[in-house]
């Protein structure tokens, strides 16, 4: 998943319509079980400045647990992608000026999955759940709450007003 740096700065957008397989280990998660091939379409199109900015989306499909009742289910994600790039003759010699948010490359053809797969990491769900209003699991008896009530009581009182619960018996 490569273009060519100095076509884009030249003026040829480049188009990127690719599917590539995430296999970093860094997304061994217990609650991800599978990240789907992340399919690519991005544009490289020169900007101002001998500055190339990368702009699409990243689509995927993830097989991954409910953060509550850790039924499966699976959810698609969309990311968008923006990251610019600029031609440089060293890496040790950038400028004193150096934004953030641009990359500075000393080769012309520019490899584009690991911003890629970083988008990607950045962008997975902290959470996830089957549906908005997933009740989760029972913490007592640990039965699914979105197929049955189990009719435990989980109401919590604070240890220091338990002796304020029988009050007011008679």
Do not use: W
């Not at 600029?86 to 012309?108: F, G, H, M, Q, R």
């Amino acid at each position: 998943m490569k273009f060519s740096l100095r076509d884009a700065i030249n003026g040829q957008q480049a188009h990127i319509r690719e599917t590539f397989e995430i296999e970093d280990p860094m997304f061994n998660r217990s609650d991800i079980r599978r990240i789907a091939p992340v399919n690519v379409d991005l544009t490289a199109a020169a900007e101002d400045d001998d500055l190339v900015g990368v702009t699409g989306k990243l689509t995927t499909t993830l097989d991954v647990n409910c953060s509550r009742c850790l039924t499966p289910h699976t959810e698609t994600v969309v990311i968008p992608f923006h990251e610019h790039f600029k031609l440089t003759d060293s890496t040790t010699d950038l400028p004193a000026d150096d934004e953030d948010d641009v990359i500075y490359v000393t080769d012309e053809r520019v490899n584009l999955i690991p911003y890629v797969e970083e988008a990607v990491f950045v962008h997975l769900p902290f959470t996830t759940l089957c549906r908005e209003d997933c009740e989760g699991l029972c913490p007592t008896c640990g039965t699914n709450r979105n197929d049955k009530d189990c009719g435990c009581s989980n109401e919590r009182i604070d240890p220091r007003l338990a002796g304020l619960k029988d009050f007011f018996k008679n």
